[in-house]
């Protein structure tokens, strides 16, 4: 890879969701462990987050919608999301 490809590879989506069922899920983002920081606190219950909207959807709590999903709660402030890991080596 070039260091072109690189700096591509390690940009995050503006928006970007857990739910499979979401045209904003990602699956080979997920799996470099993408970490949020939503007004300068980490957050690790994150379902789906948007940069430019400025708002995080988290789980609130251990409640459940009526088909067994979890109710989440959206929250307005800045989003800053970051990759846990650095990447291959």
């Known amino acids: 890879m070039n260091e072109n490809e690189d700096a591509v590879s390690d940009q995050l989506p503006d928006r970007l969701s857990t739910d499979p069922k979401s045209p904003y899920y990602n699956a080979e983002l997920l799996a470099r462990d993408v970490g949020i920081r939503f007004k300068g606190v980490e957050k690790t219950n994150v379902e789906e987050y ?5 708002w995080v959807r988290v789980t609130a709590g251990n409640a459940k919608d009526r088909y067994g999903n979890p109710l989440t709660i959206k929250v307005h402030g800045p ?7 650095k990447g291959p080596s």
């Open 50 to 54: 948007c940069v430019s909207e400025g």
């Open 79 to 85: 989003v800053e999301p970051y990759f846990r890991d």
